[in-house]
């Protein structure tokens, strides 16, 4: 029998493993496994509430599958649209050293993914662990299109808890009968608000508590004296959710794939955009009865809302259990139970030790403080609209720019020198018009229109913070930063004060995070270092707010060192 050099048979299989997806593949220049995915968006008939209707899915599911890696992996995914919606995909949390063109949000660092065409996504896993996602990053796409990123330690490299039995990733959505870019369009074209969706789900499924939805319930078999790992998500469009699990303790240990100091609660809040890995101990034994895991929105604004409760059940799967279980319930805090969210969040520590040490910057190069809440856009002539009155339409600012969208890629366009009026760098670090952010609102509530964006000089560290107003009455603002972790350094209610607040800042272990909750009538100031070159784009999570212009983009300039600039674009980048 012929014999071939090893080095040749070597060089033959990576060849052939290179044509497949879904593969693993060692990669030589670092020292994780190359991992290739295979992402075809489609159409696909999905039934929920008794009502069928066809979805953007990513290979037919709903949710979307499921990327699973360690630390130190290379991802490639290769997306293809079969469908007639323009489509981009963002990896949430994922920092993107040095691969801002991968990040995804679409006419920010690419442009949309058209009908036909395909482009892959290429990027590494750089000192981070623990639970992400993917979603579409255009329109209100990611009412479908959406998965869990899980994101493994290196191997032989334990987690900072006990090791659980098993991991069980839980991802709460909202499912709607309408389509959801009909539903959206119709708000911009109104000026009003959108209408809410119909239930919101857990893994896809609404759950026994909504009509027509009890076979359509996620269910958790578990066995009795063990530790799981619950990976939260919260994918849903518009809605902070409260979560609880019927006479079972949660341990809070990690938040945004970042370890935090764990602590017992019964009740955990998430925004949308946030992830929280918790531990859950199950009872020594098998009881007879069931217990459901809930959720259901915790509201501060005015507007409508979904004041609906999403449930699964916690099961002990014994064999000789009997058929008829009692159900318990958990109690949920009150949908405006503002306490319990600050208590909360205030218990978030990071660990803050050798092996995960908290690096805030103590010393601040720029200071910004940003205003973020709503406001109104002039009704065109001849019309009449739904927003505040019948002669203006909802908006969303940050220092009272709305920011619009570009027609082509931001990042291409300042990688290239090409920016040719597409965007400015004048957006303001601070109001132009100071008032009473959180007292009684201006008479004027226009917002101004602009694709305005802040440059910052590679390393420069950063305070900022980020002031709600009570323009349309105070809300609470899931704010998710692109590209760069923050710390969250202090925090309060009122008006923010920079001759007392900062004092009571943690600096020693604060919360390390991608996506913040500005508090209804308060604020928020978080620190970060801008050592990732590229344009970032930063908005609120709940997506009627982002609609509205609640967004805006820094722009990180390269560094001196040729590891601190940002790579030309990849030859497939999508074109507009």
């Not at 990071?350 to 403080?369: C, M, R």
């Not at 925090?491 to 007392?500: A, L, R, T, V, W």
């Not at 709940?542 to 967004?551: F, N, Q, R």
Request: with cysteine; net charge positive.
């Amino acid at each position: 029998m012929a014999t071939f050099p090893k080095i040749l048979v070597i060089a033959i299989f990576s060849m052939v493993c290179s044509l497949f997806w879904n593969t693993n593949v060692v990669d030589a220049t670092n020292t994780g496994i190359t991992r290739h995915y295979k992402f075809d968006i489609k159409l696909q008939n999905v039934t929920r509430l008794c009502h069928t209707k066809s979805i953007v899915t990513v290979n037919g599911q709903f949710p979307g599958p499921r990327i699973v890696a360690r630390e130190g992996d290379r991802l490639v995914i290769k997306v293809v649209n079969h469908v007639r919606n323009n489509i981009s995909i963002h990896w949430h949390g994922i920092r993107q050293l040095l691969s801002g063109w991968a990040d995804g949000p679409a006419y920010i660092t690419q442009c949309p993914i058209q009908t036909g065409q395909t482009y892959v996504y290429n990027f590494t896993i750089i000192g981070q662990r623990g639970t992400l996602w993917w979603h579409a990053h255009i329109s209100w796409l990611r009412s479908t299109l959406y998965g869990p990123i899980i994101i493994l330690p290196k191997r032989g490299v334990p987690y900072p808890f006990s090791q659980p039995y098993k991991e069980v990733p839980l991802m709460f959505g909202e499912w709607w009968n309408a389509d959801p870019e009909a539903v959206i369009a119709q708000a911009l074209q109104t000026g009003g608000g959108p209408n809410v969706s119909d239930a919101y789900t857990i893994n896809g499924l609404p759950g026994l508590l909504y009509n027509c939805s009890a076979k359509d319930t996620f269910k958790l078999s578990v066995k009795p004296g063990k530790t799981y790992l619950l990976r939260l998500i919260n994918a849903a469009l518009n809605d902070e959710l409260f979560f609880s699990i019927a006479n079972h303790t949660l341990i809070t240990v990690d938040v945004d794939a970042i370890y935090v100091k764990p602590f017992e609660t019964n009740t955990i809040i998430i925004t949308p955009g946030q992830t929280t890995n918790v531990l859950l101990k199950t009872k020594p034994y098998y009881p007879n009865a069931d217990f459901l895991m809930m959720a259901r929105p915790y509201v501060t604004g005015n507007g409508t809302f979904d004041n609906s409760t999403v449930a699964g059940i916690l099961h002990y799967n014994h064999p000789k259990q009997s058929t008829k279980l009692r159900v318990f319930k958990p109690t949920l805090p009150a949908l405006r139970d503002t306490s319990f969210v600050t208590n909360f969040t205030s218990k978030l520590r990071s660990l803050a030790n050798a092996e995960y040490p908290a690096n805030v910057p103590k010393n601040v190069d720029k200071h910004f403080f940003f205003t973020i809440g709503l406001g109104t856009n002039p009704c065109p002539k001849n019309r009449t609209c739904q927003g505040p009155s019948n002669k203006t339409m909802f908006a969303a600012a940050v220092n009272n720019v709305s920011f619009v969208m570009p027609s082509k890629a931001l990042l291409q366009a300042h990688f290239l020198h090409q920016n040719n009026g597409l965007y400015s760098t004048s957006f303001p670090s601070s109001p132009l018009i100071p008032f009473n952010y959180t007292g009684t609102p201006p008479n004027n509530t226009m917002v101004i229109d602009g694709t305005k964006m802040v440059v910052l000089p590679f390393n420069t560290s950063v305070e900022l913070v980020l002031q709600d107003t009570s323009i349309l009455g105070a809300e609470s603002h899931p704010l998710h930063l692109h590209g760069l972790n923050f710390y969250v350094v202090g925090q309060g209610f009122g008006n923010f004060d920079p001759n007392k607040d900062p004092a009571k800042y943690n600096l020693v272990d604060p919360v390390e995070r991608n996506t913040v909750g500005v508090p209804a009538g308060g604020w928020v100031a978080i620190r970060f270092l801008a050592d990732n070159p590229g344009v970032w784009f930063m908005h609120c999570h709940l997506e009627v707010h982002t609609s509205w212009g609640l967004k805006m983009a820094w722009v990180v300039e390269d560094g001196k060192h040729p590891n601190q600039k940002l790579p030309p674009p990849p030859q497939d980048l999508p074109k507009c």
